[in-house]
């Protein structure tokens, strides 16, 4: 049986998220929703754009590869698909599949459409009734992936007819009702209001669920505690660090238990050697520290934990709990993320506080347009260069020619982080 996933979903109309359709109230704390999906255990998001118009529907597109921008879940977006040209939107938006709406009269056309351009793997279909489906079942099952089941009672007659794996619809939360219809052959997940609650403890359900012989996607150590080397009072170290930025941001103990709970749980917890007491980093403060990965070294005696951290490690307010320079030489810094942040960010502080004399601050005043003609002709001379067997000269271009890009970078407001994103979409 396949790993099934339990799915938030957000409604959005006029560039804010909305309780549901039939509930337009705002969620105030949207930013703090989408990072307690990211990081509690949420497998993947739907988004639902409620849009009545075009206008709408382009700001709606806007927030939506905001948020896609911030969170590292698959989504899963649609709403007003209409044409090619929508479903292209929001994949550049940053979505990893596109839902069309199954109502539509054209919905076999646009999946047709879709897949032929993006490919199957990148189109679902909505469903609130088996008839659309079943006049063009062929159709759907060669150019759809999955199957949005907008209402529970369609589960059977679906899955009587077809192989394409759906995620359907639930009202009820209760680990029982859940593990019924996720034990069915060809469910893939569930979604409904109960997983949007920002209160729900999603790794606490899935364990419930594992209970039930339903296979969810948990952490499940590759070594059990025992084989740790452990010190004299039975606890071994956790070097603990941002899986994004990789600062070290502390340094912690674990005993068995709290191993244990870490894994259950999905957050941080340690033993706490003066109080003699476990301690889930948090859970007074709120700054939680998220389990991304738990790697052990080669003697078995030392944890090295990534983690994604809310607020700030140290009990001092500090982000990292080492602070305290005690010796430091001068060393050139040769990382190439560190290099492009660096650059980019005197590159900002030239926009932001003009320095006389600039070769930067003069292509700000010059504007686009001399910015544009210098990109162009830099790269112009990476393809001159490209042709000279010296790689001294080509080196000498390239990085003359990312200093422009970056120049262009901050005109229009575009960081590094967006970048990275981009390219670890594709």
């Known amino acids: 049986m396949k790993q099934k996933n339990l799915v938030a979903s957000i409604y959005i109309k006029d560039g804010r998220a909305v309780n549901g359709p039939d509930d337009p ?3 105030e704390d949207i930013d703090a929703r989408l990072q307690h999906y990211n990081d509690n255990g949420i497998d993947r998001l739907l988004i639902f754009d409620l849009s009545e118009s075009d206008d709408e529907h382009e700001k709606n597109l806007s927030v939506i590869k905001e948020w896609n921008k911030r969170i590292e879940l698959p989504v899963c977006a649609g709403g007003r698909i209409q044409r090619l040209e929508d479903i292209k939107k929001l994949l550049y938006a940053g979505c990893k599949q596109v839902m069309i709406n199954g109502s539509r009269s054209d919905a076999a056309t646009l999946a047709k459409e879709g897949s032929s351009r993006f490919g199957k793997e990148k189109l679902a279909l909505s469903l609130c009734n088996v008839d659309i489906f079943f006049k063009h079942q062929a159709v759907m099952e060669k150019h759809i992936s999955q199957l949005i089941l907008l209402e529970e009672k369609m589960v059977d007659a679906v899955s009587n007819v077809t192989e394409i794996p ?16 996720l034990g069915k052959r060809n469910i893939r997940g569930v979604f409904g209001s109960f997983l949007n609650d920002p209160k729900l403890n999603v790794m606490e359900l899935k364990q419930e669920l594992s209970e039930r012989g339903i296979d969810t996607k948990q952490f499940i150590p590759a070594l059990d505690f025992s084989s740790f080397k452990c010190n004299s009072d039975g606890l071994i170290p956790v070097i603990v660090q941002d899986y994004q930025t990789q600062e070290v941001l502390m340094l912690a103990y674990m005993n068995q238990e709290a191993f244990d709970q870490t894994i259950a749980l999905g957050k941080m917890t340690y033993y706490s050697r003066s109080r003699k007491q476990l301690w889930v ?20 005696d030392t944890i090295l934990a990534k983690i ?53 601050n003069y292509l700000f005043d010059k504007g686009m347009d001399k910015i544009l003609k210098k990109v162009g002709e830099e790269a112009t001379e990476i393809i001159i260069a490209a042709k000279n067997p010296d790689p001294e000269e080509i080196k000498y271009e390239i990085s003359d020619f990312l200093y422009h890009v970056m120049v262009l970078m901050v005109e229009k407001g575009v960081t590094w982080e967006d970048i990275s994103r981009e390219l670890a979409q594709r």
């Open 308 to 360: 994604s951290q809310v607020g700030y490690a140290c009990h001092t307010g500090a982000p990292s709990c080492f602070f305290q320079e005690l010796v430091k030489k001068d060393y050139i810094v040769k990382n190439p993320l560190k290099v492009f942040e660096s650059v980019y960010g005197v590159i900002a502080d030239r926009k932001e506080h003009p320095k006389e004399g600039s070769y930067t």
């Open 25 to 27: 109230t705002w969620i």
């Open 281 to 300: 980093k948090g859970e007074t403060s709120g700054h939680y520290q998220y389990v991304k990965s738990l790697h052990l070294d080669c003697d078995n």
């Open 166 to 181: 759906g995620i359907v619809m639930r009202t009820s939360g209760a680990p029982d009702d859940l593990a019924q219809i």
